[in-house]
């Protein structure tokens, strides 16, 4: 397939600034969080305090991407998640770490210390009824005008989308797991 570069580029009618964005990262394919991480990333560059709250993923995961982003960027992160679903042995136990891991997003966004805020994987708890999705929205909306915040995770519910600046939407082509090959370190952790 041949493609022609483009000559001129997307016409914008107006350029705004904006204060903050919130952007989603949803879709059945890889990548919403590590999109997520790239963006921590950028935003330490330019020496924003940033903060992460993990919703599945928890402290015993023992993620390549807390390790880097707490030892060597400074990032505050917390690992509040209780894992996988089907790994449980309380499902009430783990809306309950749910239900802890939205309250210290609640702290985090009103302490206004933070210039990106990192939701990872929010979306299932909220998809669950675990966190009342209204809530999240009114919080986001309410953000001091500086905070930043990137969500993540599957199924984006339709007022999160609506919300967002930027929509992003993975999507699965082909993945290693559906050959029963198991997450690798380094790449997916």
Same mark, same amino acid.
């Given at each position: 397939?041949?493609?022609?570069?483009?000559?001129? %580029?997307?016409?914008?009618?107006?350029?705004?600034?904006?204060?903050?964005?919130?952007?989603?990262?949803?879709?059945?394919?890889? @990548?919403?969080?590590?999109?997520?991480?790239?963006?921590?990333?950028?935003?330490?560059?330019?020496?924003?305090?940033? @903060?992460?709250?993990?919703?599945?993923?928890? %402290?015993?995961?023992?993620? %390549?991407?807390?390790?880097?982003?707490?030892?060597?960027? @400074?990032?505050?992160?917390?690992?509040?998640?209780?894992?996988?679903?089907? =790994?449980?042995?309380?499902?009430?136990?783990?809306?309950?770490?749910?239900?802890?891991?939205?309250?210290?997003?609640?702290?985090?966004?009103?302490? =206004?210390?933070?210039?990106?805020?990192?939701?990872?994987?929010?979306?299932?708890?909220?998809?669950? @009824?675990?966190?009342?999705?209204?809530?999240?929205?009114?919080?986001?909306?309410?953000?001091?005008?500086?905070?930043?915040?990137?969500?993540?995770?599957?199924?984006?519910?339709?007022?999160?989308? =609506?919300?967002?600046?930027?929509?992003?939407?993975?999507?699965?082509?082909?993945?290693?797991?559906?050959?029963?090959?198991?997450?690798?370190?380094?790449?997916?952790?």
């Amino acid at each position: 397939m041949t493609s022609v570069p483009p000559e001129v %580029g997307p016409e914008v009618k107006n350029r705004l600034a904006s204060k903050s964005l919130v952007i989603v990262n949803t879709g059945d394919g890889k @990548g919403k969080s590590s999109s997520a991480f790239g963006v921590v990333v950028r935003a330490v560059a330019r020496e924003w305090p940033v @903060g992460v709250i993990q919703f599945l993923k928890s %402290g015993k995961w023992q993620v %390549g991407e807390e390790k880097i982003c707490r030892d060597v960027l @400074g990032v505050d992160w917390w690992a509040i998640g209780d894992g996988f679903t089907w =790994d449980s042995r309380d499902i009430s136990e783990d809306q309950a770490v749910a239900v802890s891991a939205w309250a210290q997003v609640k702290k985090v966004i009103r302490e =206004d210390k933070y210039r990106l805020v990192v939701l990872d994987e929010i979306t299932y708890p909220i998809n669950w @009824g675990w966190i009342e999705l209204d809530e999240v929205v009114s919080v986001i909306k309410a953000r001091p005008v500086a905070t930043n915040v990137v969500i993540t995770g599957r199924d984006a519910p339709e007022a999160l989308i =609506d919300l967002a600046d930027t929509v992003t939407e993975m999507r699965k082509i082909k993945h290693a797991f559906d050959n029963g090959i198991m997450a690798k370190k380094g790449i997916d952790y």
